[in-house]
């Protein structure tokens, strides 16, 4: 399977602040990582399919302008949590569909605690 | 639409013991049908997967699945369970409707494996 690495781990900030979650592909150029969030005891709902060199595909309900995607290279896709305040509180994973495309792999996730 | 149910937001089970955690599954079409497993503060591992061929699917960690059509299911098994396999497990089934090989998850069940 493919390798998908998460950076922060875990991060707290104030309210009001941007949050950068970085989501690399270690061993596969992927031109299309998806974005979920996951509440504490739930399943996860898929926020967004991002696309290389292209504009994120949003899932309905889901703020584009605040939960900012660019994926600017074959290896890296960027979540960007704007102006978060705490029902932003979330667990966010991201995952990658490897190199025959038919399953996801899953990053280790970023949890994120807006005070 | 696609969907997934796990109908049992918890299932106990002695260590050594057969373990079976159910999933039933709704879709247009040919179904895209996976197991995963997430430990506590992960993203989640993928197990096995159901795309086509034989209905009974060998996966990781000595799990199996059997895709059953007639009865719309895809419960995941073990032959003896282990204290290590306590976790949460997620059925989930591709939506191809997107086009973006989304996944839609059920809303998970929780394994307890007691010593």
């Known amino acids: 399977g493919a390798v998908v690495s998460q950076h922060p781990s875990w991060v707290i900030c104030k309210s009001g602040t941007s949050v950068k979650i970085e989501c690399r592909s270690l061993?596969?150029?992927?031109?299309?990582m998806f974005w979920y969030r996951q509440f504490p005891k739930q399943s996860l709902m898929l926020m967004a399919t991002s696309n290389e060199g292209s504009k994120a595909t949003y899932e309905q309900g889901v703020e584009k302008d605040k939960f900012l995607i660019n994926h600017a290279s074959l290896t890296l896709s960027t979540l960007t949590v704007t102006s978060a305040h705490p029902e932003d509180s979330s667990f966010y994973i991201c995952?990658?569909?490897?190199?025959?495309?038919?399953?996801?792999?899953f990053g280790p996730g970023t949890r994120l605690t807006v005070l | 639409a696609q969907s997934v149910a796990q109908p049992e937001d918890q299932v106990n089970v002695a260590e050594g013991n057969p373990l079976t955690v159910k999933c039933t599954y709704s879709v247009s079409g040919n179904p895209y049908l996976f197991w995963y497993v997430q430990y506590p503060n992960r993203g989640l591992q993928f197990l096995l997967k159901y795309i086509t061929g034989d209905n009974l699917v060998k996966g990781s960690y000595g799990f199996e699945a059997e895709f059953n059509k007639s009865q719309t299911s895809f419960h995941l098994k073990k032959p003896s369970a282990l204290v290590s396999d306590s976790a949460l497990y997620f059925c989930?089934?591709?939506?191809?409707?997107?086009?973006?090989?989304?996944?839609?998850f059920g809303a998970g069940t929780r394994l307890a494996v007691h010593p």
């Open positions: 989930a089934v591709r939506d191809g409707m997107g086009g973006y090989n989304k996944l839609i």
């Open positions: 995952s990658e569909t490897g190199e025959w495309g038919d399953t996801q792999y």
């Open positions: 061993d596969f150029q992927a031109t299309t």
